[in-house]
């Protein structure tokens, strides 16, 4: 999960010092820290959250099997 969110955000330009904040907000559901991470937009955000809802999507289909 960590892997296709950070390929999608630091394509769009999240700092990679900020990884750690975006990917603990994104996991704790806390859009605060999210928000407020160092160089994050809106464009990332929405990217964070749809690579998050995607692997999420991906590994219950793969728990069912």
Do not use: C, E, M, W
Not at 9 to 31: D, E, H, M, R, W
Not at 41 to 49: Q, R, S
């Amino acid at each position: 999960i960590k892997h296709k969110i950070l390929a999608d955000t630091v394509y769009l330009g999240l700092p990679v010092t900020s990884i750690p904040q975006f990917v603990g907000g994104l996991a704790k559901s806390n859009l605060t820290l999210v928000a407020t991470t160092p160089g994050v937009t809106p464009a990332i955000i929405a990217a964070g959250k749809s690579a998050l809802f995607l692997a999420v999507s991906v590994l219950s289909v793969l728990a069912r099997h």
